[in-house]
């Protein structure tokens, strides 16, 4: 299965040609605002690693993470997909405390569903992954913003992903996870001479 497209949420000035949402009406339920991180993403199953879609190869930068995929990937559950970013490469921001080479996002079972975020934690630790830092989890979207604002800065954040807390089919990705990227943060399309991210 293919990795759905992130949506950006309206105002999110780094959007840069992406698609945004307009539609917001869903936002009166219980968010949970993750840091978006400026990795490379790959998924996980127990057959396989690869990046937006089978068939994308992980690069060569994703060795690290290929080799813990190696020691993780017998105990995904058959047809779930473990999706994160492969960080041991530097890309746009020069991380020095990153809890892992590959950091989980979002878990998809059988059905083609992302787990909801509290079952997402439960999984990664029974996986022994980590996952990416919470900055708010609430009711209000002006709070995740600020929440992003008060801890992080456009020089050691990418920005941050909104998301429902409880499950989410497929068919409503798009609707109910959105970012929020900022304007000065750079797109680099592939790392820079392997230069490497600092690690907890």
């Not at 919470?134 to 800065?153: D, F, K, N, P």
């Not at 990705?173 to 900022?182: D, G, M, P, T, Y």
Request: with cysteine; proline share 7%; glycine share 8%.
């Amino acid at each position: 299965m293919t990795h759905p497209r992130t949506h950006h949420l309206p105002g999110s000035s780094g959007a840069a040609g992406d698609l945004t949402q307009p539609d917001l009406s869903w936002l009166d339920g219980e968010l949970v605002v993750t840091e978006k991180l400026d990795g490379g993403l790959l998924t996980f199953t127990r057959d396989a690693i690869h990046g937006r879609s089978p068939g994308d190869d992980a690069r060569p930068w994703d060795r690290p993470a290929k080799a813990l995929w190696a020691m993780t990937s017998h105990r995904i559950p058959d047809d779930w997909r473990v999706c994160g970013e492969s960080m041991w490469a530097r890309r746009g921001i020069a991380y020095s405390d990153l809890p892992g080479v590959f950091i989980v996002f979002g878990i998809w079972d059988e059905t083609d569903t992302l787990l909801g975020w509290d079952d997402t934690v439960d999984w990664a630790r029974r996986l022994e992954l980590p996952v990416v830092p919470v900055l708010y989890r609430g009711g209000s979207i002006s709070e995740a913003r600020a929440a992003w604002a008060g801890c992080r800065t456009p020089r050691n954040s990418e920005g941050y992903v909104v998301r429902a807390a409880g499950r989410i089919p497929a068919a409503e990705f798009a609707v109910k996870v959105l970012a929020w990227v900022h304007a000065e943060h750079k797109r680099v399309p592939e790392p820079d001479d392997f230069a490497v991210n600092e690690f907890a």
